[in-house]
């Protein structure tokens, strides 16, 4: 069945638009005249656009997972994925953006590696120059983007080529692919993270960064997968999801936030104990000027998953997925906004008309381009080979 946004959608989506619009434009207008206001303005950039951006490099992930795995249930819901990935080219543009603008601008205090004046005076950053500089930087990025467009651009052709011919040939095909890409993903995960996030806090690093980064991306990535997967079946599209497609999707997100959780409290307890001064400075400066936020945020996304979705009724209650949904998102966006922040505007931080304004801004454009996708092919599969499969799937 072919699926159409809804006049409804679309008013709600522009609604959601303007309403962010609005909010950004008074804020800056309200506090263009404040000494850090161009730093501001390029950090909740630089926040929302990775928010949304990951979330689209975790479907990608998740669907060559998948093909790599040769998971069967999943083939119901595989065009959802696919649009959610669809997102990446429009990710990458707004995030490329961003990141152009703060190199212009020599880091424009988001990343003081970026700023000659800085880095002539700080022994740290220059024995970390070899590997942080500008061109070196932008070679990584390019080199990210140019990796997941091919991949993305690969498994989406081949997938309504099997629509149209069948057989086994192209399934095998993204099966080869999509274990290549897990080889490359497990590299740029990592190193994408050290780039784009960690190096805002210059002085620090940790060797759990990358896993942190990247399974707070699959948990958000998973609540957006289920929310759509809702969304369409209360339209009265997806007849082919059952129930067990519903828990699965419930499953992975109760999982992921048990393994951001486990992953956020190695981090912060190793570093904590072992009281290194470089090491702790970066948990000392989200304590003294973000306590609340930052111990929330952790009890939000650990403690509300697992109270709410631990019973197997929870993962299949389309309320209750929809609530802890929501709550999961706003909690891992407050986390890149304190990771962001911190390294940033250090106590000058505040959420504001400006922060809210570019949030719903980025959520508009996320949500209108997933519904974009999703007309662009049949929602279910015609000739994937685990069609049948996942139609009879029952847990």
Known sequence: MEFQITQKAKRNIYLLLGIGLVLTLIGVVTGMDSHHFATRLL????IDTFFFFAMGLGALFFLALAYATETGWYASVKRIIEAVAGYLPYGMGLM???LLIITLMDGAHVYQWMDPEVVAHDDIIQGKTAYLNPVFFWIRTLIYFAVYFIFLRGFKKRSLEEDKIGGTEL?????KKGALFLVFFAVFSSTSSWDWLMSIDVHWFSTLFGWYTFAGMWCTTMVVLIMVTLYLKKLGYLEKVNDSHIHDLGKWAFATSFLWSYLWFSQFMLIWYANIGEEVSYFQMRIDN????????????FAFPMLI?????AKRHAGILTFIGLIILGGHWLDVYIMVTAGSL??????GLLEIGM???ALGIFILVILRNLTKAPLTPVNHPFL???????I
């Open 290 to 301: 973000y306590k609340l936020l930052y111990f929330g945020m952790f009890i939000i996304n």
């Open 171 to 175: 399934h095998f095909m993204n099966y």
């Open 359 to 361: 949030a719903l801004t």
């Open 309 to 313: 979705l631990m019973s197997r009724d």
């Open 96 to 98: 490329g953006l961003v």
């Open 346 to 351: 250090g106590p000058a931080a505040h959420i």
């Open 388 to 394: 049948d499969e996942s139609i009879h799937h029952e």
């Open 43 to 46: 950090t909740n950039g630089l």
